[in-house]
């Protein structure tokens, strides 16, 4: 009687938001806000994944012939975990309430009791109600999805038909539809760092305050979404099910881009303030949206391209790794940039512990390019038979792998977009070869010759590297890099 007395709402006049907030303000569950999150940021990647252009297909032209399997396992795992936070969003007595109910309308009610039955949960008067209702539905598809994923082929129409039963269940919820929301939720979407808080606040003009509120909060959330990406896990569907998480940082990064250059430019123009004013924020604003555009295509594009059909754990692993390290990195170096712009004094490292700033960034990669062309030179060595050779030709492509791997994990976020299709071409290159190719005469010499040709673009990076102004007069650290070269070795 206690729990029923606290879960009780009066609905009144107030809406589907106010009632829904109400009850969960009063819900005794441990962790509700962090399952809420995460259950609508799973809402929310369903109905984009089912849009093709959020996934990183590289074929999109022949969409219509692909083998949709892999996407609909992707789907199902999603469903299931929906399932499961939906399921802890209930109190124990509701829960068991529904199990009941679900075994009355399964095995004993007679067809006009579960007319009734199903009207009821319908109506969705209590925000409970909607619980019930997508739990059901989604426990309906997870059945019969798993059916259909015994077809051995999946087509192009029963994955964008199973997207639009799923998003028309999702956008029927009352309560637990996400795109029916606020755009920001107070419960979760706060700016909470003191010293950017602060930045903010002491804005003067109300209009370009709450344009950089919209693009920081914006900014904060997909860095929340990236929190749910782990690729330490060692299960290759898990990694792919990341997919879902990136399809709907694709739609949202997509989307905020067209507000800083389309609503938020216009705005800042309608703010009232000196010309001075408006071309600094507007420039600082273009320059956001240029670099989370670009890095995201970079990831889209070449990173993340046909994930879902590699099989590889370890390539997996690199290639979930690689993308969460270049969009955190991008959406940290934007909050950052902002920041800066409203109070220089604003360390990065306050805002984000582990935040890297530009000119450590450009020293790392310079350095790392620095080691990787010398590793370079050291297989040529080995290839032509030099007997100061450092590395036996047996080792040669583990040694490249090794480095290939340090590269991703550390360096490979700060490659500019267009260089980075010529690293990940060379590094896929590289990855697809077995020791016994390089006893192949045809094989061996198109090795030789890649690898001369991927050293000579890397010595021409180097150099542009060593142009950009925040390196000036900053020589490379020769002996620490020689020192981690000798490790691959």
Same mark, same amino acid.
């Given at each position: 009687?206690?729990?029923?007395?606290?879960?009780?709402?009066?609905?009144?006049?107030?809406?589907?938001?106010?009632?829904?907030?109400?009850?969960?303000?009063?819900?005794?569950?441990?962790?509700?806000?962090?399952?809420?999150?995460?259950?609508?940021?799973?809402?929310?990647?369903?109905?984009?994944?089912?849009?093709?252009?959020?996934?990183?297909?590289?074929?999109?032209?022949?969409?219509?012939?692909?083998?949709?399997?892999?996407?609909?396992?992707?789907?199902?795992?999603?469903?299931?975990?929906?399932?499961?936070?939906?399921?802890?969003?209930?109190?124990?007595?509701?829960?068991?309430?529904?199990?009941?109910?679900?075994?009355?309308?399964?095995?004993?009610?007679?067809? !006009?009791?579960?007319?009734?039955?199903?009207?009821?949960?319908?109506?969705?008067?209590?925000?409970?109600?909607?619980?019930?209702?997508?739990?059901?539905?989604?426990? /309906?598809?997870?059945?019969?999805?798993?059916?259909?994923?015994?077809?051995?082929?999946?087509?192009?129409?029963?994955?964008?038909?199973?997207?639009?039963?799923?998003?028309?269940?999702?956008?029927?919820?009352?309560?637990?539809?996400?795109?029916?929301?606020?755009?920001?939720?107070?419960?979760?979407?706060?700016?909470?760092?003191?010293?950017?808080?602060?930045?903010?606040?002491?804005?003067?003009?109300?209009?370009?305050?709450?344009? !950089?509120?919209?693009?920081?909060?914006?900014?904060?959330?997909?860095?929340? !979404?990236?929190?749910?990406?782990?690729?330490?896990?060692?299960?290759?569907?898990?990694?792919?099910?990341?997919?879902?998480?990136?399809?709907?940082?694709?739609?949202?990064?997509?989307?905020?881009?067209?507000?800083?250059?389309?609503?938020?430019?216009?705005?800042?123009?309608?703010?009232?303030?000196?010309?001075?004013?408006?071309?600094?924020?507007?420039?600082?604003?273009?320059?956001?949206?240029?670099?989370?555009?670009?890095?995201?295509?970079?990831?889209?594009?070449?990173?993340?391209?046909?994930?879902?059909?590699?099989?590889?754990?370890?390539?997996?692993?690199?290639?979930?790794?690689?993308?969460?390290?270049?969009?955190?990195?991008?959406?940290?170096?934007?909050?950052?940039?902002?920041?800066?712009?409203?109070?220089?004094?604003?360390?990065?490292?306050?805002?984000?512990?582990?935040?890297?700033?530009?000119?450590?960034?450009?020293?790392?990669?310079?350095?790392?390019?620095?080691?990787?062309?010398?590793?370079?030179?050291?297989?040529?060595?080995?290839?032509?038979?030099?007997?100061?050779?450092?590395?036996?030709?047996?080792?040669?492509?583990?040694?490249? /792998?090794? !480095?290939?791997?340090?590269?991703?994990?550390?360096?490979? /976020?700060?490659?500019?977009?267009?260089?980075?299709?010529?690293?990940?071409?060379?590094?896929?290159?590289?990855?697809?070869?077995?020791?016994?190719?390089?006893?192949?005469?045809?094989?061996?010499?198109?090795?030789?010759?890649?690898?001369?040709?991927?050293?000579?673009?890397?010595?021409?990076?180097?150099?542009?590297?060593?142009?950009?102004?925040?390196?000036?007069?900053?020589?490379?650290?020769?002996?620490?890099?020689?020192?981690?070269?000798?490790?691959?070795?």
């Amino acid at each position: 009687m206690e729990g029923k007395k606290i879960l009780q709402v009066d609905t009144g006049s107030e809406n589907s938001y106010q009632l829904r907030e109400k009850w969960l303000e009063v819900l005794p569950l441990e962790d509700k806000d962090a399952k809420l999150f995460e259950l609508e940021m799973l809402l929310r990647g369903m109905d984009r994944f089912f849009n093709v252009r959020n996934l990183p297909i590289a074929d999109l032209e022949n969409v219509v012939l692909r083998n949709f399997h892999n996407e609909m396992k992707v789907v199902v795992m999603g469903i299931d975990r929906c399932i499961l936070l939906l399921k802890s969003l209930l109190p124990p007595e509701d829960a068991n309430v529904f199990n009941f109910q679900m075994y009355l309308e399964n095995s004993l009610l007679i067809d !006009y009791a579960r007319d009734k039955f199903i009207l009821n949960n319908l109506r969705q008067t209590h925000p409970r109600e909607s619980l019930y209702l997508m739990l059901l539905a989604f426990i /309906n598809f997870s059945v019969i999805l798993k059916a259909l994923l015994n077809l051995k082929h999946i087509s192009y129409m029963a994955f964008h038909h199973t997207g639009q039963i799923v998003s028309r269940e999702i956008a029927i919820n009352r309560f637990f539809n996400p795109m029916e929301m606020p755009a920001f939720s107070p419960r979760y979407d706060k700016i909470t760092i003191p010293e950017l808080k602060k930045a903010v606040a002491r804005i003067k003009n109300s209009k370009v305050r709450s344009t !950089y509120s919209i693009i920081i909060l914006a900014l904060l959330r997909s860095l929340r !979404y990236l929190e749910h990406v782990n690729p330490d896990v060692n299960s290759k569907d898990h990694l792919r099910f990341y997919t879902l998480i990136f399809s709907l940082l694709r739609s949202e990064i997509e989307s905020l881009v067209k507000f800083i250059e389309g609503e938020g430019a216009r705005r800042i123009k309608e703010a009232g303030i000196s010309e001075d004013e408006r071309t600094e924020h507007l420039e600082r604003f273009d320059s956001v949206a240029f670099q989370i555009d670009i890095e995201s295509k970079k990831v889209y594009r070449q990173v993340l391209r046909d994930i879902l059909e590699v099989s590889s754990l370890n390539r997996l692993r690199s290639m979930v790794e690689s993308a969460k390290g270049i969009l955190r990195n991008i959406l940290e170096q934007s909050v950052v940039l902002l920041a800066h712009g409203l109070d220089e004094n604003i360390d990065g490292r306050v805002i984000f512990p582990d935040f890297i700033p530009r000119f450590e960034q450009s020293v790392r990669l310079r350095e790392d390019i620095f080691i990787f062309i010398k590793i370079l030179e050291a297989v040529e060595r080995s290839l032509d038979g030099a007997k100061d050779a450092e590395i036996p030709r047996r080792r040669i492509l583990s040694v490249i /792998n090794d !480095y290939i791997s340090y590269f991703m994990n550390l360096s490979f /976020n700060y490659v500019r977009y267009s260089d980075s299709e010529e690293f990940i071409d060379f590094f896929n290159y590289v990855s697809s070869l077995k020791k016994s190719d390089l006893e192949e005469k045809r094989k061996f010499n198109e090795f030789r010759f890649k690898v001369h040709v991927f050293k000579t673009f890397l010595e021409t990076t180097l150099g542009l590297i060593n142009n950009r102004a925040e390196l000036s007069g900053v020589p490379i650290d020769q002996e620490h890099a020689m020192e981690i070269y000798r490790q691959f070795l």
